[in-house]
């Protein structure tokens, strides 16, 4: 998991300090009220159904020490499953917003790129959680595969 997110970062650098403008365009993929929207549309759900100390043991389960029992891991799967589907679908409601938003300024050209911009970010937001979701959706299920075929 310590290495994907690594390997996305490097990634990010290297793509956007290998470009002309080095690290003046690294301030173009920074939208701070974007990534705050669509965290809004996600967080509020898991602490609302109390599953945040279901998404924690997620991470908790990174070490491969941590043991917990299957009620735990099926809990964490279905935690972990769904902040899943309400990062993609809060990033799909940001980008449609963008897209409007884009659409109503249409008439203005100097605002049409910043709009656009903030609609193609939110796609890129929702793409990079979903890569540091995945890896902990996996390892849940590796997990709970594991206890199962310990009970045989």
Known sequence: MIIQILIIIVGFLFMN????????????CIDIPTLLCILVFTLPVLLRRGMWQ?????FRMLKRT?????????????????????????GVIIMIMGIIYLLAMVNNPASVGPALA????SILYT????????????EVGRRIIDYMEGED
Request: proline share 2%.
């Open 118 to 121: 903030v609609a193609v970010l």
């Open 17 to 28: 300090l290998s470009s002309a403008e080095g690290l003046e365009s690294i301030s173009f």
């Open 66 to 90: 941590y043991v917990c029992s299957l009620g735990d891991l099926k809990r964490t799967k279905e935690a972990v499953e769904l902040m899943q589907k309400q990062v993609m679908y809060g």
């Open 54 to 58: 279901d998404f924690m043991r997620a």
């Open 127 to 138: 793409a990079v959680l979903e890569l540091l979701l995945l890896p902990l959706q996996h």
